[in-house]
Nanobody, 127 residues
Framework: QVQLVESGGGSVQSGGSLRLSCAVS????????MGWFRQAPGKEREGVAT???????THEDSVKGRFTISQDNAKNRLYLEMNSLKPEDPAIYYC?????????????????????WGQGTQVTVSS
């Protein structure tokens, strides 16, 4: 079973930066999706960014140009670099892992792909 442990959350001022890290216990195969989700109080969990086993990334519109997802396979780590943090960014940020699918040679993360979850790390932004 894949275990995920997030770190790097904290409190910053609006406009500040944080780097979240997720330690991955193992990769269950060569075809996977990994990503970051967040959940603010009273709101549903939402996707933030995804990276596929082929290295391609997707960022939600709300964070494009400010957040960057990346991975270091040698260190079994997933990262989320967050810059220009805004008052609407505070939430618990979760790391997730799941299997990808391949269609016509393209690696995709299907709906509901996230099978394993970390415990989350809190991000707070003060104005």
């Amino acid at each position: 079973q894949v275990q995920l442990v997030e770190s790097g959350g904290g409190s910053v001022q609006s406009g500040g930066s944080l780097r979240l890290s997720c330690a991955v216990s193992e990769y269950t195969g060569n075809h996977y999706c990994m990503g970051w989700f967040r959940q603010a109080p009273g709101k549903e969990r939402e996707g933030v960014a995804t990276i596929r086993s082929d290295g391609r990334t997707t960022h939600e519109d709300s964070v494009k140009g400010r957040f960057t997802i990346s991975q270091d396979n040698a260190k079994n780590r997933l990262y989320l670099e967050m810059n220009s943090l805004k008052p609407e960014d505070p939430a618990i940020y979760y790391c997730a892992y799941g299997r990808s699918i391949g269609i016509a040679g393209v690696t995709l993360c299907p709906s509901g792909w996230a099978t394993y979850w970390g415990q989350g790390t809190q991000v707070t932004v003060s104005s």
